[in-house]
């Protein structure tokens, strides 16, 4: 299996900052990434695909980059309801998806 | 706009089968370029990928849950199925389903709120 690894695993940060969440990939995976946000009690929600690629009715200041093994997140302007964790997935290997840990950002 | 909803026992013993449904509303299961899928996530630990069928009748399973997982899907009431057999304290987790669209790079693009199954005697 592909074993993606995230850092940091928890993340203090403010209302109007700018933060940046990485994923390592154990082998190449192109651009097959994808980052979900997830909120206490709910289901994950798809924020970015194809590692960059913004999903619809998410706002602006997330972005998406990388390519390879090494991916990041970036969440501009923070607002209060981004406060959640953060997941990454690999979708290269279709016959095996895996997430990383999670980074929780408080 | 798609909607998953989980439905099932919450509550499972030891050695037994944990069988969960999802019905999905909003749109046929049988539309688009989409795989269904469960995915589960034990208290305070990372997502893990159970398994995916198409309306097909295709599968694929996590190869750590191969022996012990089964999906099936139904069509005709827009529902897809788990079964989980014999199952053990580790198998206590919050289960989704979840859309995986290929429409382009494969993504899980809508989820169901989830359900917690404990297993314990």
């Known amino acids: 299996d592909i074993e993606m690894t995230q850092s940091p695993s928890s993340l203090s940060a403010s209302v109007g900052d700018t933060v940046a969440i990485t994923c390592r990939a154990s082998q190449s995976i192109t651009t097959y990434l994808n980052w979900y946000q997830q909120k206490p009690g709910k289901a994950p929600k798809l924020v970015i695909y194809?590692?960059?690629s913004l999903q619809s009715g998410v706002p602006s200041r997330f972005s998406g980059s990388g390519s390879g093994r090494d991916f990041t997140l970036t969440i501009s302007n923070l607002q209060p309801e981004d406060f959640a964790t953060y997941h990454c997935?690999?979708?290269?290997?279709?016959?095996?998806?895996?997430f990383g840990q999670g980074t929780r950002l408080e | 706009q798609v909607h998953l909803q989980e439905s099932g026992p919450g509550l499972v013993k030891p050695s037994q089968t944990l069988s969960l449904t999802c019905t999905v509303s909003?749109?046929?299961?049988?539309?688009?370029?989409?795989?269904w899928s469960w995915i589960r996530q034990p208290a305070g630990k990372a997502l893990e990928w159970i398994g995916r069928?198409?309306?097909?009748?295709?599968?694929k399973y996590n190869s750590s849950l191969q022996s012990r997982v089964s999906l099936s899907i139904d069509t005709s009431k827009n529902q897809f199925s788990l079964n989980l057999n014999s199952v053990t304290a580790a198998d206590t987790a919050v289960y989704f389903c979840?859309?995986?669209?290929?429409?382009?790079?494969?993504?899980?693009?809508?989820w169901g709120q989830g359900t917690l199954v404990s297993v314990s005697s």
């Open positions: 979840a859309r995986e669209s290929w429409e382009w790079l494969p993504s899980f693009d809508a």
């Open positions: 997935q690999q979708s290269y290997r279709t016959a095996s998806i895996t």
């Open positions: 069928i198409h309306t097909s009748g295709s599968t």
């Open positions: 909003g749109g046929s299961i049988s539309s688009g370029s989409n795989y």
């Open positions: 194809a590692a960059s």
